[in-house]
């Protein structure tokens, strides 16, 4: 069983930065692939962005540029650096580890862009 909690969140001015990290219990992370999603209130699910493996990278449209999703293999651990912070990032942040045989979810994070 895989556990994956999430932690860096809170509460940032806009044009602020925060730093999302998503630890991985278990020995599965190095060969499965990750990302993250958020969830804004009265919204859908949306696709923040993903890391191969390999450290192939893939990103939302309107997070290119200002994201940046990274891992550490030897720590277990995937991070989402978010720069340039503005309102419509304020959602709940859940981060998931997709290896061979199922998807793993974390508990999700809050972040709040506010001033």
């Known amino acids: 069983q895989v556990q994956l909690v999430e932690s860096g969140g809170g509460l940032v001015q806009p044009g602020g930065s925060l730093r999302l990290s998503c630890a991985a219990s278990?020995?599965?992370?190095?060969?499965?692939?990750m990302g993250w999603y958020r969830q804004a209130p009265g919204k859908e699910r949306e696709l923040v962005a993903t890391i191969s493996r390999n450290g192939d990278t893939n990103y939302a449209d309107s997070m290119k540029g200002r994201f940046t999703i990274s891992r550490d293999n030897a720590k277990n651990t995937g991070y989402l650096q978010m720069n340039s912070l503005k309102p419509e990032d304020t959602a709940v942040y859940y981060c998931?580890?997709?290896?061979?045989?199922?998807?793993?979810w974390g508990q999700g994070t809050q972040v709040t862009v506010s001033s």
């Open positions: 278990g020995s599965i992370f190095s060969i499965s692939s």
């Open positions: 998931y580890l997709l290896t061979p045989t199922r998807r793993y």
